[in-house]
């Protein structure tokens, strides 16, 4: 496992869509890996394969120690309700906005040996999966935020 360097918002890289992964091969579990080795270090939340500079679509996340969600070529195939809180980016560092995300998701992918997976997410982890997931479309979460301001602390979550 490797750290990757994640890539900041003034990188075009990011504003790209990425393209599905169309073989779970060992790079691919190799890139998984370094992700989520590279999103610990950083006590994100959340990455996405673009923020490494890898257009696939795949992404990690973890809100708490349960649980790390790997996920290619995700799908949500469902949403519900309302949440609006206060969200970060390791791509844009040191800064959080308030966004509406669905209290609410359900989404599918394949996991890191290929086979179909499923999820559903509320809250925080609901948040992390539609913030990765835009990640893949090349959205960052400032084209959604209101009240983009600098954290004081050192504590937000970022993704
Ligand atoms: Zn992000």
Do not use: W
């Not at 679509?57 to 469902?78: A, G, S, T, W």
């Amino acid at each position: 496992m490797a750290l990757r360097k994640i890539l900041t918002e003034e990188d075009e890289t990011l504003k790209k869509k990425s393209r599905p992964v169309t073989e779970v091969t060992d790079r691919i579990r190799s890139i998984l890996d370094d992700m989520a080795e590279t999103m610990h270090e950083a006590n994100g939340v959340g990455l996405a394969a673009p923020q490494v500079g890898i257009l696939r679509r795949m992404f990690v996340v973890q809100v708490d120690e349960d649980h790390l969600y790997e996920l290619i070529n995700p799908e949500i195939v469902e949403s519900d309700g309302d949440q609006y809180g206060e969200e970060g980016c390791l791509s844009v560092p040191g800064y959080v906005g308030m966004v509406h995300r669905a209290e609410y998701v359900r989404i599918k992918g394949l996991d890191r040996n290929g086979q179909p997976v499923e999820y559903e997410g509320e809250g925080l982890l609901a948040r992390a999966f539609q913030h990765e997931y835009d990640h893949l479309d090349g959205i960052l979460y400032t084209q959604k935020a209101d009240d983009i301001h600098f954290a004081e602390s050192g504590e937000e979550e970022e993704e």
